[in-house]
C-alpha cells in the first residue's frame, strides 16, 4: 500500500511553534462544505463518533437529511465509518472526520522546515539550543540546598531566581517533568551527564562548585569572594558570571552557568539573560562562552533592577 504524504497546520502563538495533523482534501469537497449543515456535522464529528440519529437528534434535523449529508461527506473524503453495530436486525453506523483538520493544496512549492524556524520570530528557539532542542527543554536546572550544606556549611538563598529563568525558558519551549534538581541530589549522579543550567555560585551550590574548574570564567574559593578572569578581579557583591563551556562528564552536552559572589549577584545574572538576547547570540555557535554583569538598584528600592556587561 502505497503510503500517504502527512500534512500539518502551523501556526505561532506567544513564541511557540504550535501544530495539528490535517488532511489535504479536493476541491470539489471544499464546495460541498458550502452548507453550515455540513458544517456542523464536521465539527461535531471531530469531537466524538456519532451514529445518524445521534446527529440527526443534536441538530434537530430529520434523520433522512443527515444521511443525505453524510453520503456526500464520504464521498468527498471527509468521513469514514468508524464503527458498525446491529440494531434490531439493521446495521447502524458510527461516523467520524477523517482528520481532525482539513486543508486545500494549491501550491506545491514546498519548503524546508528550517526556513520558517529561521525567521526572526522563532530565533529564540535556535537561540536556546542546546538547552532547548525542537521546542522542548532538554537540560537541567541545578539549584543549592536550602539546608546548610558543603564545605561552607551554606543555605542557598538565590536558587528561586531559577523560576525567573525558567519562565523565561517558558516562552520558547515545553517542560518534562522533574526538571529542576538540587544540588546534593545531582552528586555523582548520571544526571551530571546531561546539559545543565547552573543557578548560583559555588558557595551554595556544590555542583557549580564542581565545574568552577572547567568554566572560562572562574570564582576564587577562599574569602574575600572574587570572581576572576584573564584581566580582571571583581569582588562586588552585585557582580555575577554567565558562562558557557562543555559539560566535562559529557563532551557532548553543555554547561550555563549563572551566579555571583552573593545572591544580588545571581540575581543580575538572571535579570541579563533574560534582557538580553545579545548573550544568547554570543554563546550560540561556540563551545566556551563568558561575560561578568554588574546589576543596579535604578529606582532605589533596594532590588537589583537593571544589569550592564562590564566583561
Known amino acids: 500500500m502505497e503510503k500517504r504524504d502527512q500534512y ?6 506567544k513564541g511557540k511553534l504550535l501544530f495539528t495533523p490535517s488532511a489535504d482534501v479536493s476541491k470539489s469537497a471544499i464546495s460541498s462544505l458550502d452548507n453550515p449543515v455540513r458544517i456542523t456535522i464536521l465539527q461535531l464529528l471531530a469531537k466524538k463518533a456519532l451514529y445518524t440519529a445521534e446527529i440527526a437528534a443534536e441538530l434537530k434535523v430529520h434523520e433522512q437529511n443527515i444521511y443525505y449529508h453524510l453520503k456526500q461527506m464520504i464521498k468527498e ?12 436486525g439493521t446495521i447502524a453506523k458510527k461516523y467520524k472526520t477523517k482528520a481532525l483538520n482539513f486543508s ?3 501550491s506545491q512549492k514546498w519548503q524546508d522546515l528550517s526556513q520558517l524556524v529561521s525567521n526572526p520570530i522563532f530565533e529564540e528557539h535556535s537561540l536556546l539550543y542546546p538547552f532547548v532542542e525542537k521546542g522542548v527543554l532538554s537540560s537541567l536546572f541545578v539549584i543549592g540546598s536550602p539546608d546548610p550544606h558543603g564545605e561552607f556549611k551554606a543555605r542557598c538563598r538565590d536558587g528561586h531566581f531559577a523560576l525567573d529563568l525558567a519562565l523565561f525558558f517558558g516562552r520558547y519551549c515545553t517542560f518534562v517533568q522533574n526538571t529542576v534538581k538540587l544540588d546534593v541530589e545531582m552528586k555523582n549522579s548520571e544526571l551530571l551527564k546531561e546539559n545543565l543550567i547552573i543557578i ?12 568552577n574548574t572547567y568554566s572560562p ?10 570572581i576572576a578572569t584573564e584581566k580582571n578581579r571583581y569582588s562586588d557583591e552585585a557582580i555575577g558570571l554567565i558562562t558557557k563551556f562543555k559539560n566535562p562528564f559529557n563532551n557532548e552536552k553543555y554547561v550555563l552557568l549563572a551566579a555571583g559572589i552573593s545572591s544580588i549577584g545571581t540575581r543580575s545574572t538572571i535579570i541579563a539573560l533574560t534582557k538580553y538576547s545579545e548573550l544568547f547570540k554570543k554563546m550560540k555557535n561556540v563551545e566556551s562562552f563568558g561575560t561578568v554583569v554588574q546589576g543596579f538598584d535604578l529606582d532605589g528600592d533596594g532590588i537589583i533592577d537593571d544589569v550592564e556587561i562590564i566583561e
Open 217 to 226: 570564567i572562574k570564582f576564587i574559593l577562599k574569602k574575600p569572594w572574587e
Open 200 to 211: 548560583g555560585g559555588p558557595a551554595t551550590n556544590l555542583i557549580a562548585a564542581e565545574m
Open 77 to 88: 473524503g471527509l468521513l469514514e465509518v468508524a464503527e458498525k453495530k446491529e440494531i434490531r
Open 104 to 106: 486545500l493544496i494549491l
Open 8 to 13: 500539518y497546520i502551523i501556526k505561532e502563538e
